[in-house]
């Protein structure tokens, strides 16, 4: 049977593959379709052969963290199991969103804007300690629970919203997504880094922004469709709240005519938040397991996908 | 007698000072120079009036941490007692650190940089996890030692230089400012925290960049005379080493034509690092106790700056 990839991996890893039986191919390999029997990523040309009459295919490995770009109601009806790479960007993600909190606390993005101006000196710089700040995490699953970690040691208060409102550690309070206009309000930084289902989409509209205080920032690691980005823009134009710094984006490539690239008071940053140096090995820490488990029983072990709720 | 203010500080400050039998003027008020017992900062104005015969002056009271812009022979001449506000930016300046250390590892600065051209990702970027990086401090003082604190739970190996290489917590290692070439060999990231002295004027020169690795990084948070700035420049143009951040240049303000505005690889900003919203509190904490104990005995009891060391 075939393990179909959609991007590269080290050889010793194909290995650990073929030693499990496997025969590992990419889309471009002459094969017969109707032995892939587990995809890592996902293609949309893919569909046709993978969901044809005949397709053996019973589980999709995605790259991402995000499966909101997967056919996963075709996933659903066909019993497919899909299983993804939630977990790997933890570490990353966490360095980026602390990254950018001191670029905004310090004046770090406000300088680099100036630097190209060749002026020294920044009027009416505020510079705050994040000791003295409360920053809701919007998302306390592996990414949120790791952030969240990084922040109670420099003194954070830290705020978490998921959608029961449960508790959870380190987090000093809890809210359920239901109460987010309310935690808004009190909170110095929000960061969303919730996956993109249809609870989430355009959950931070207008009526969001304007609960924000004016000296408030919000974050975006999770996904561009999270947030209506032309009430993002007059928000931020209107200085409703003061900094807005987002890695995604509703449409990716952003183009260049794009009116958020000219909002002030907005950092954008090209997707990068989940780059890591260590990205194979730890990837394949999720699926290896998961497919010696798979070989044996049919099920997995590992960061399994609800397809139900999208994540 | 009276204590002369280079800068206003809040009335509750004043009214101690007042409390403590001093009278508290500022250099536009009308007052008799011989009056003038005590100064907090100083100004090069200050010199006529207040090294003539009849000064009655005792003590300088730096409203900076670095007090090499002061006539310390002269005031060591005098028997004039200096001290300085050493330890009040420690926590701003190690943020300001961090934040820098997250831009580069991260990205964030190269990204900031390309919004400016709307233009989506970033080439060849290479994304590396503080716990894998070698820091070298150069300055184990209240800063260096603030700093240092931070970076070690994040994992970070920590070297510090100092004038003898005596060892010193948190520091995984220490070496003599003579190993500076040494171990800068060995150092992904050179932070300069010195104070400005004879000995660290143009410590940071030609040679010394000709000692860093391809990818390394070079921040400076003590003083732009430590500095060969034409070396610096011409090393991150041929890209001899890959980033530097400058918060400090020899002349300040900066000119809008200075060559280092338009040198790659190098940020600047505008000697921000020490900010903090709790300036007077902190300044305070220091200057108050002293000026009891100066009261009292004529002595001080925090901050006194040796004038044969220059800090």
Request: proline share 4%; glycine share 6%; charged share 20%.
């Amino acid at each position: 049977m075939h393990i179909l990839l959609a991007r590269s991996f080290k050889q010793t890893f194909l290995d650990e593959m073929n030693a499990l039986g496997y025969d590992v191919v990419v889309d471009t390999d002459s094969f017969d379709w109707h032995d892939v029997q587990v995809t890592i990523g996902w293609k949309k040309e893919w569909e046709a052969p993978l969901f044809s009459k005949d397709s053996q295919l019973k589980w999709v490995h995605s790259i991402s963290a995000g499966v909101d770009t997967l056919p996963l109601s075709e996933f659903a009806s066909r019993g497919i199991l899909v299983s993804n790479a939630s977990g790997i960007h933890s570490e990353s993600i966490s360095d980026h969103v602390v990254g950018v909190l001191y670029m905004y606390t310090r004046q770090l993005f406000a300088a680099t804007l100036q630097q190209e101006t060749h002026q020294w000196g920044l009027d009416d710089a505020v510079f705050k300690p994040l000791s003295e700040l409360t920053v809701t995490i919007v998302g306390t699953g592996n990414i949120g629970t790791t952030l969240a970690h990084r922040l109670v040691p420099l003194g954070v208060t830290v705020f978490g919203i998921n959608r029961s409102g449960h508790a959870k550690e380190p987090f000093h309070e809890t809210f359920s997504l239901d109460q987010l206009h309310e935690v808004g309000r009190k909170s110095d930084i929000v960061i969303n880094i919730l996956p993109l289902t249809r609870q989430t989409t355009r959950l931070y509209d207008q009526a969001f922004f304007a609960t924000l205080q004016k000296h408030a920032a919000f974050i975006n690691v999770g996904r561009g469709e999270s947030v209506d980005e032309q009430a993002l823009s007059e928000a931020l134009t209107t200085e409703q709240f003061a900094f807005a710094s987002i890695d995604v984006a509703t449409t990716e490539p952003l183009p260049p005519d794009h009116f958020l690239w000219s909002t002030k008071h907005l950092m954008i940053t090209p997707h990068i938040s989940g780059y890591t140096p260590h990205f194979e090995t730890k990837f394949m820490e999720i699926f290896l397991p998961n497919l010696r488990e798979f070989t044996a029983s049919r099920t997995l072990v590992r960061n399994q996908v609800d397809l139900e709720q999208g994540y």
